[in-house]
């Protein structure tokens, strides 16, 4: 338990924290002697904090540092978060005006450590405090990414929503920490928060308000329905580099969060919590894709999207962990396969309507796309990857993550007690992705089959376009070569257990423990081998 | 409809709920014997905000200069910092002397010297390099 174990366990972490404030400060005019010292720096941050986290591995000891489960999830998630963060510092090189470039990219590096956080997190305030990482920077990137009255609007509307979510958030945790006794999540018992503590006592009810205040707080950051009408506002006014990253950093984390809270009910929801999340999976699905179609602005058709993916992912995260035969059984690794998958194919259609210009901004809606293909093939072609990743037709690995998701769903096993629920909702994905279908066609068929002449230039940079690289191929070979990352995934999934040191959480008419007599309890459990 | 066992688990929290109540009808019902038995009398001295205070220069609803709302963060970041950093020095005190009760980590043991150090450290750093920041953006300077 030296010092050194410590930084060498949060290693990652540590070196995004630093490179953050490094970034911060290169911001600064004079101690910016290159221009492109602040991009440069948290490129190179994110690189070093990734090839730390691939070569450190899957932390040994998970309870290393207090507040944290160091475990497959948190490098799976440290893989993928920097992965893409890299991506999107390469995308948002040019963004921002050049004073406060400093500041912008610090605020990615920011996020990306909220994402980070969460993915760890073993106590309710580590889990509250990691989300609001994720998230208040992305505030500020709102704001800043550009000089548009629309940018300051969408940064203000999604800054008072997501306090109110947050408080949301924070109200059901408190509720949660009332349940259990405890705020770590490793505490609560195997069969976790709710049944245990079921059967008409008084604690169910609290528990269940608890992880229903605690979903809305979260569906917020995941603009699940109904709390998705902010998405296509928001979307819309900030820099299309910047939306990228808000289909990224806040959706894995709100996923993550699900997954370690989930968990700690050991996936036996209440009742009343699984056909309320069964019926926001349809509605999520189904008003994205279906007003999806109605719309001609870019941004906001994948707005939409953005909001119908949430659904899918929802499906997924309803089997969870294995119950089922067959190779596609594991909900909770088809979550984890989509994440980084979504976070890609979305990024890079956002990163291509950034990499252009049309009267010194954006190009927004189909008509200002039509016939791009004649004046950039190749950027065009990169496009196609993305919409026909997000179809989820192949060769790309869209097509993988939604058969991950769906066959998941499919192969529930009978052990599972809503298994027929499931392959319903399933059958509607399967019906919602053909729906999707017609916009996102509509897209390739403005870029290339509509003979006007665009009148889009390219934007400023080469950084951007080898971001749009940076995410149409690893889609192309994750499609070749699964086999990687699905077995990452399977074995972060295997990961979210934790299966020892969990104490029966004490009941609320017991006197409230001190925390002497809790470590007491856990030192005897753990040195004696019992439950 | 209401499971009898979640207002059962309520009791507890009698006393407060009784003295909300109580709060509430104080308040209610000193404006309520104000307004039904106190004499009306208008009139310009008599309807403005302080009757027998300084004279009233402007409006309330009016533009600040966005500084004042700089240094009123500034000001919160440091004085969470000191409510933050008390508890830490009885702690560290306890820890140093072995005095009082220590600090129990999650994982059982007594959260040593070092670790309250390193801990704090990290926090008051950032802290610092936030300062910093702030300093070198020009944040104190008031007429840039």
């Known amino acids: ?531 | 409809m209401v499971n009898p066992a979640v207002i059962a688990s309520l009791e507890p929290y009698t006393a407060i709920g009784v003295t909300i109540l109580l709060a509430i009808a104080a308040a209610v019902g000193a404006l309520a014997v104000a307004h039904g038995l106190g004499p009306k009398r208008g009139g310009p001295v008599k309807d403005s905000p302080y009757e027998s205070g300084m004279p009233i220069a402007q409006d309330t609803a009016r533009r600040f200069n966005l500084r004042f709302y700089l240094v009123a963060l500034l000001f919160l970041l440091f004085d969470v910092e000191v409510v933050f950093l008390w508890p830490w020095a009885q702690a560290y005190y306890a820890a140093a002397t072995g005095s009082a009760a220590p600090v129990v980590l999650d994982g059982g043991q007594a959260a040593g010297k070092g670790f309250l150090l390193i801990g704090m450290g990290l926090f008051f750093g950032l802290l610092v390099f936030g300062l910093a920041y702030e300093w070198l953006r020009g944040a104190f300077r008031w007429n840039q």
């Open chain 1, 1 to 531: 338990m030296s010092l050194k174990a410590y930084i060498l366990a949060l290693a990652p972490e540590l070196i995004v924290l630093f490179g953050a404030c490094l970034v911060l400060l290169l911001g600064r005019r004079d101690l910016r002697r290159q221009p492109p010292a602040a991009p440069l720096a948290a490129f190179v941050t994110l690189s070093v904090a990734l090839g730390v986290a691939f070569l450190t591995g899957v932390p040994e000891e998970p309870r290393l540092v207090p507040g944290l489960w160091l475990g497959g999830l948190t490098f799976y998630i440290r893989l993928i978060g920097l992965a893409v963060g890299a991506v999107l510092v390469l995308v948002n090189w040019h963004q921002a005006v050049e004073d406060e470039r400093g500041e912008y990219l610090s605020m990615i590096l920011f996020s990306l450590l909220g994402v980070l956080l969460t993915a760890s997190a073993d106590d309710l305030l580590v889990l509250l405090f990691a989300l609001e990482l994720v998230s208040v920077p992305t505030y500020v990137l709102i704001a800043l990414s550009r000089s548009s009255h629309r940018a300051g609007e969408a940064a203000v509307k999604y800054f008072f929503l997501g306090a109110l979510a947050t408080a949301l958030l924070a109200y059901g945790l408190s509720f949660l920490y009332g349940v259990m006794g405890t705020t770590a999540l490793h505490r609560v018992t195997d069969a976790g928060v709710v049944s245990t503590l079921g059967g008409g006592s008084a604690l169910e009810t609290y528990a269940l308000i608890g992880l229903l205040l605690v979903f809305a707080g979260v569906a917020f950051k995941m603009a699940a329905v109904p709390f998705h009408v902010y998405a296509p506002d928001v979307y819309e006014g900030a820099a299309a580099p910047v939306t990228g990253l808000l289909g990224f950093a806040p959706k894995a984390a709100g996923f993550v969060a699900l997954l370690r809270l989930f968990d700690a009910c050991a996936w036996d929801l209440p009742q009343h919590l699984f056909w309320l999340l069964w019926i926001v999976a349809a509605a999520t699905m189904t008003v994205g894709n279906v007003v999806a179609l109605l719309q001609t602005n870019v941004k906001r058709m994948l707005a939409y999207s953005s909001i119908a993916h949430t659904g899918y992912i929802l499906i997924a995260l309803l089997v969870g962990p294995a119950t089922g035969e067959g190779p596609l059984r594991d909900g909770v690794a088809a979550v984890l396969f989509y994440l980084p998958v979504y976070g890609l194919m979305n990024l890079g259609a956002f990163a291509l309507i950034g990499a252009f210009r049309i009267d010194e901004r954006e190009p927004e809606t189909l008509d200002e796309l039509a016939g791009l293909a004649r004046r950039a093939p190749a950027e065009s072609l990169t496009l196609g990857v993305f919409v026909f990743s997000l179809m989820g037709f192949p060769p790309t690995a869209g097509m993988l993550a939604k058969v991950f998701v769906f066959g998941s769903a499919f192969s529930a096993g009978s052990a599972h007690p809503h298994r027929l629920a499931l392959i319903v909702l399933a059958v509607i994905g399967v019906a919602n992705a053909a729906i999707a279908a017609a916009y996102y066609l509509r897209i390739v068929t403005a870029v290339y089959m509509k003979n006007e002449g665009c009148r889009c230039l390219p934007a400023q940079g080469g950084p951007i376009r080898l971001g749009l690289l940076a995410c149409a191929l690893p889609l192309l070979l994750v499609f070749v070569w699964p086999g990687a990352l699905t077995h990452e995934a399977r074995r972060a999934s295997a990961h979210v257990h934790p299966p020892t040191l969990r104490l029966a959480a004490p009941a609320l008419t017991d006197p409230p423990p001190t925390p002497v007599a809790i470590t007491a309890r856990t030192v005897a459990t753990s040195t004696a081998g019992q439950p």
